[in-house]
């Protein structure tokens, strides 16, 4: 389908506290999670809707856009635990109305790169959190600067 081609694809989460996001997309706890926040009323942005069906095309479905994007957005609900949400766009970017709310790094990330991106967040106004995980799930701690090697964590701030 030539449509597809067309369009650029962004795909999100609606959550960055998944065991299984943090292990499959951001290295094993060393990557990072940016959290932006989406307009309500955007015909580009669509949540994923997990079925045991894939949208099937046909000449009743609408416009080939509409189609395309209804493919895009259908999803077994094996991947449910990703809460995903896509933003589709025509064209190379798509505007973000408001800037980055904050950056969530992963624990095992290395220092130095936590500190370097705690110094950018700082530059920019944006909050910068670590994950941390314990009985009763994941969190964002706040990061500080490091102190003799090692990171100031401010401990139980949830969301």
């Not at 949400?85 to 130095?112: C, T």
């Amino acid at each position: 389908m030539k449509e597809m081609d067309r369009i650029r694809v962004c795909s999100l989460s609606l959550t960055f506290d998944s065991h299984l996001l943090w292990a499959h997309y951001a290295s094993g706890w060393d990557g990072l999670a940016i959290e932006v926040e989406l307009p309500q009323k955007d015909g580009a942005i669509r949540e994923v809707e997990y079925g045991g069906f894939y949208y099937c095309i046909s000449p009743s479905a609408g416009t080939a856009k509409e189609s395309a994007r209804r493919v895009l957005t259908s999803r077994h609900p094996d991947w449910s635990y990703e809460k995903e949400v896509r933003v589709f766009a025509d064209s190379e970017w798509y505007q973000l109305q408001s800037p980055v709310k904050r950056v969530i790094v992963g624990h095992r990330m290395n220092a130095s790169m936590r500190e370097t991106l705690r110094i950018l967040c700082a530059e920019k106004g944006i909050p910068l959190r670590k994950t941390g995980v314990g009985d009763e799930g994941i969190d964002a701690d706040m990061v500080y600067p490091l102190k003799s090697g090692r990171d100031e964590v401010v401990p139980k701030i949830r969301g």
